[in-house]
C-alpha cells in the first residue's frame, strides 16, 4: 500500500496567475518555487532566460587563450573523452568546434573494460609519442593528479573541463574548468560534462567573433543532459530547451540516422525519447564495445557510415539487455541463497563472470525490488582487483560513503547517486562492513510514498490539462514530472502488452461511471487492486495512437489485495533421461484438457513434437500447467511466456534447440522464406518468424538482414511487424560481412542463454515469478 504526500498549499499571487491564464499551472509553478512573473516567464520559455556567460566558469578564458594560440601554431591537440553518453557528446562537441576553427585535432576515449574511466599513464605515453602537443579533457580530469603531471613534465600542456566533485586539491593542468569551483546556486554550477564543452566552445566562437555557431552544438547538448540526469536548473535546463529544439531538426547525419534506428518521428523528439531510446544506444556502445566509435557517429559526413555504426548500435544495445538481465538473476539467486547479505544497509554483490559493462544497469534494477544502495562488482581471476559499479538511492550519498572506505579502496569515483570502485577480492567483507555503517544515517525515500502534486478528479484528466502540465517540461532530475491522484476508481479490465508482455493497460470507472485507460509499465506481473482503490499516476502524450493522453501507473493505495495465489510450483526435468517419457506419463495421470478449455500446454519452439500440440510463444495463452519444452532464447522472453501463462505448475525440460549455429539457423530461414514466396506473396510476420526459429525477433531481422545484404533477398515493404519480400540477384554489398558478423554474435548470445537456462540453480529461473 503506498503512502501518498501532498505539498502545502502555496500562496499563488495574482500577477502569476494573469500570466499563465491558468490556475492549475500556476498552481505548479508556485509549488516549485516559481512564483513571480519573471521566474515563470525564464522557466518556460528559453528566450526570455539570460544565460551566463562562459567566462563565468573559472579558468574558462585562460583555456580559450591557449587554445586559440594551440589553433594559430597548428599544434596537434587531443581532445580525452569518456565513454559515457555525457563524455561521447562532449568529445564529439569539442572536435566538431576544433575542426571548424583549423584545429589539427584527434581524440581519445579510454575503453571501458580494459582502462575504465579517468586518464591512464599508458595511453598518455602513447599520444606522447604519436606527438600530441596539447591535451583537452572532457566529462573527466578533475581528480588525475598523476597523469597531468606526468604530462606536464614531458611538455605537454593539459587543460581540464570536467564537472565531477573536486578532489582536495586541483589539478596542476594549464586551465582547471569546472563548476563545481562556482558557488552552490550559480546558474552554471549543475552542468554536465557536456555542458562544460559547450561553454568553452561558446567562449572559443565568441573570441572570433562567431557566436552564432556555438548553436549548431545544442543537439549534442540535450543529449548529454538528458543522459547524465543532469539537474534541470539554471543554465542546464535552458540548454536542454534549446538543444531539443535543434535537436528536432539536426542536420547532424549520426543524430538522424540514430533517430531512425530507433524509429522515431524527428518532430516529437521529448527528454523521454533520450533517456529511453537514444541514449541507452549510445551508453550500449561505451557499455560494450569502443566509445569512439559514438564520436564517429556524431561528428562523420558519411551517411553510409552512420548507418553502418547505427546498425552496431541496435546490436550492442540487444546484448545490453540480455547481458544485464543475466546479472539481475544470478544477483537474486546469491541473496536468496544468503539472505543476510540483503539485511545490510548496502547491498554489495560479486561473482567471476559478470559483464562489467552492465553492472550498473543491473544495480539499478535491484535498488527497485530492493530500496537501498546497491554495489556489483566482477572479480576475474586474471586480474588483481575486483571492479564494479555503485548506485544509489535520494538520501543516500553513496560517493561521500565511499570516501569513508577509501583506506579498502584501490580507486573509486562518481556523484551522490553513482560510482565506480576497485578493490582486492579479499577486502569485500570488510567494504560491506564499513560501508553499511557509513550508510546508518542516511535517510531513504521509503519505495511506497508517492509525493503528488494535486489530486484530481477523472474528469479533469484531459488534454487540456495535459497541455498545462506539459508547460512545465522538459522534465528530469531538478524539475520532476507532474505526479497526480485521483481517489473512488474501481477496476474494469486488464490485459498484458509489449514484445515481452512485461506491461499491463487496465481500464477503470470513477463512481460517476466514467471510464478511462491506464498503461501500467513494468506491471504485468503485480497484483492490480481488487475493489474502489486510488490511483497515483502520471499524465503524457500518446505515442503509439498519435494524439490524445495517457495515463500512466504510479500506484494505488486503500484497496483490498487480491486473494494471494498459491505458490507456483517448478519440476525440474532438465537433467531427465526421457522427458518424452515423463510428459506421457503426466499426460496419462492428470487431466490434460477439458471441453471447457486447456489446462495445460506444452511451449516448443523448432522441436517438433506433434502428439504433444506444441505451441510457440505467441500462441501462449492463460493455463494450469506449462511445459518449457525446449529453452527459451533469452530472459525476455521467458518472462513473456510466464507473464501469458500465469501457470501453477511449470516443467523446465530446456531442451537445447537445433538453430542455435549459423549453418542450421540460415538452412531453416531460407525454407521459411521460401514458404512465404510460394504461398504467401512474400508477407512475413516478424514475431510468428521468430518463434519458428526458436529466436529473438532482433536475430530473426538480421537473417533477412543477411539475406539482403548478401544480394538474395530484397525487402520492399517493412511495416514493423510484417515485411514483404522478394528474390534478388544482385553483388553482395559492402555491409554484408559486418551484418553477418553481428548475427553471428546474435546466435551465441542466445545459445550462452539456453547453456545458462540448462546449467542454472531451479532457484534462478525461480526468480522470473518470485
Known amino acids: 500500500m503506498s503512502h501518498w504526500l501532498l505539498p502545502p498549499q502555496p500562496h499563488i499571487p495574482p500577477a502569476l496567475l494573469e500570466f499563465t491564464g491558468d490556475p492549475f499551472l500556476a498552481q505548479l509553478l508556485a509549488q516549485r518555487g516559481l512564483a513571480t512573473v519573471e521566474q515563470a516567464r525564464a522557466f518556460l520559455d528559453p528566450e526570455n532566460y539570460r544565460p551566463a556567460p562562459p567566462e563565468a566558469l ?24 569518456d565513454f559515457d553518453v555525457d563524455g561521447q557528446t562532449a568529445t564529439a562537441l569539442l572536435v566538431s568546434t576544433l575542426q ?43 581528480a588525475e593528479h598523476e597523469v597531468i603531471a606526468a604530462a606536464q613534465s614531458a611538455g605537454v600542456e593539459v587543460i581540464v573541463t570536467d ?76 540548454l536542454l530547451q534549446k538543444g531539443l529544439l535543434a535537436l528536432r531538426q539536426t542536420t547532424r547525419l549520426g543524430l538522424q540516422t540514430l533517430v531512425e534506428s530507433a524509429r522515431l518521428t524527428p518532430e516529437g523528439l521529448t527528454e523521454e525519447h533520450i533517456g529511453f531510446w537514444l541514449a541507452p544506444r549510445l551508453n550500449a556502445l561505451g557499455r560494450l564495445g569502443d566509445a569512439n ?37 544470478q544477483a537474486l539467486s ?68 565511499l570516501k569513508s572506505q577509501a583506506h579498502l579502496l584501490a580507486s573509486f569515483g562518481g556523484h551522490p547517486q553513482a560510482a565506480g570502485l576497485a578493490l582486492a577480492a579479499e577486502a569485500i567483507p570488510a567494504f560491506r562492513r564499513g560501508l553499511s ?30 497541455a498545462s502540465i506539459n508547460r512545465l517540461a522538459p522534465f528530469g532530475a531538478g524539475n520532476p514530472r507532474v505526479q497526480l491522484g485521483c481517489t473512488g476508481l474501481t477496476l474494469l479490465d486488464e490485459a498484458t502488452f509489449g514484445k515481452t508482455g512485461a506491461h499491463k493497460r487496465l481500464a477503470a470507472r470513477d463512481a460517476a461511471g466514467l471510464v478511462r485507460e491506464i498503461i501500467w509499465w513494468g506491471g504485468a506481473t503485480q497484483p492490480s487492486p481488487q475493489g474502489t482503490f486510488d490511483l497515483a499516476f502520471t ?56 471441453a471447457n478449455g486447456q489446462l495445460s500446454m506444452v511451449w516448443s519452439e523448432g522441436i517438433p513434437l506433434p502428439s504433444l500440440s506444441p505451441l510457440p510463444r505467441h500462441h501462449l495463452s492463460p493455463a494450469e500447467t506449462l511445459v518449457v519444452w525446449t529453452a527459451p532464447p533469452g530472459q525476455d522472453i521467458y518472462q513473456q511466456a510466464l507473464a501469458q501463462v500465469k501457470p501453477r505448475r511449470i516443467f523446465l525440460v530446456g531442451q537445447p534447440s537445433p538453430f542455435d549455429t549459423l549453418p542450421a539457423f540460415m538452412q531453416q530461414l531460407l525454407g521459411l522464406v521460401k514458404y512465404a514466396l510460394t504461398h504467401k506473396e512474400g ?88
Open 58 to 81: 573559472p579558468d574558462l578564458e585562460q583555456a580559450v587563450a591557449r587554445l586559440n594560440q594551440a589553433i594559430e601554431r597548428q599544434g596537434s591537440i587531443c581532445v580525452w573523452g
Open 334 to 401: 546469491q541473496l536468496e541463497d544468503t539472505p543476510s547479505l540483503a539485511d545490510y544497509n548496502a547491498i554489495v554483490l560479486a561473482a567471476a563472470d559478470w559483464h562489467p559493462g552492465v553492472l550498473g544497469l543491473a544495480a539499478s534494477r535491484l535498488i527497485d525490488q530492493f530500496g537501498k544502495p546497491t554495489l556489483l562488482l566482477t572479480v576475474r581471476p586474471d586480474e588483481p582487483l575486483a571492479r564494479g559499479s555503485a548506485r544509489s538511492v535520494p538520501g543516500c550519498d553513496i560517493h561521500q560513503a
Open 293 to 329: 566509435l559514438a564520436v564517429e557517429l556524431l561528428t562523420t559526413a558519411d551517411l553510409t557510415r552512420a548507418r553502418i555504426i547505427a546498425l552496431q548500435l541496435e546490436a550492442l544495445n540487444d546484448r545490453r539487455k540480455m547481458l544485464t538481465d543475466r546479472v539481475v538473476v
Open 683 to 770: 508477407e512475413i510476420n516478424l514475431e510468428e518468424l521468430a518463434a519458428a526459429l526458436g529466436h529473438r525477433r532482433a536475430t530473426a531481422r538480421l537473417g533477412l538482414d543477411w539475406l539482403v545484404a548478401q544480394g538474395k533477398l530484397a525487402i520492399y515493404a517493412d511495416e514493423g511487424e510484417i515485411v514483404a519480400l522478394r528474390p534478388a540477384q544482385r553483388p553482395p554489398a559492402a555491409e554484408e560481412s559486418l551484418v553477418k558478423k553481428l548475427l553471428q554474435t546474435a546466435l551465441a548470445e542466445t545459445a550462452a542463454y539456453r547453456r545458462f537456462f540448462r546449467e542454472a540453480s531451479l532457484s534462478a529461473l525461480q526468480q522470473v515469478v518470485g
Open 437 to 466: 555503517a557509513a550508510l546508518a544515517g542516511c535517510q531513504t525515500t521509503a519505495p511506497q510514498t508517492i509525493t503528488l502534486d494535486a489530486v484530481v478528479e477523472w474528469s479533469q484528466v484531459s488534454p487540456e490539462l495535459l
Open 100 to 142: 571548424s576553427l583549423g584545429a589539427k585535432v584527434r581524440y581519445y576515449i579510454p575503453n571501458r573494460l580494459t582502462e575504465s574511466h579517468g586518464m591512464k599513464l599508458p595511453a598518455l605515453r602513447r599520444l606522447i609519442a604519436e606527438g600530441i602537443q596539447v591535451i583537452l579533457t572532457c566529462d573527466t580530469g578533475i
Open 163 to 238: 564537472h565531477h566533485d573536486l578532489a582536495e586539491t586541483l589539478p596542476p593542468a594549464q586551465a582547471v574548468v569546472n563548476p563545481k569551483r562556482l558557488p552552490p546556486q550559480h546558474p552554471l554550477r549543475e552542468l554536465p560534462g557536456v555542458g562544460v564543452a559547450y561553454k568553452l566552445a561558446e567562449g572559443l566562437y565568441q573570441s572570433r567573433q562567431r557566436a552564432a555557431e556555438s548553436e549548431t552544438l545544442l543537439d549534442l547538448v540535450a543529449l548529454g543532459i538528458v543522459a547524465d540526469v543532469a539537474r534541470q536548473v539554471g543554465d542546464t535546463r535552458y
Open 539 to 594: 499524465l503524457s502524450p500518446d505515442d503509439f495512437k498519435g494524439s490524445g493522453l495517457q495515463i500512466e501507473w504510479l500506484a494505488a493505495r486503500e484497496w483490498v489485495p487480491a486473494p494471494v495465489a498459491p505458490k507456483t510450483e517448478f519440476i525440474d526435468w532438465r537433467q531427465a533421461e526421457n522427458p518424452i517419457s515423463n510428459l506421457q506419463s503426466l499426460i496419462s495421470n492428470n487431466q490434460w484438457s477439458t
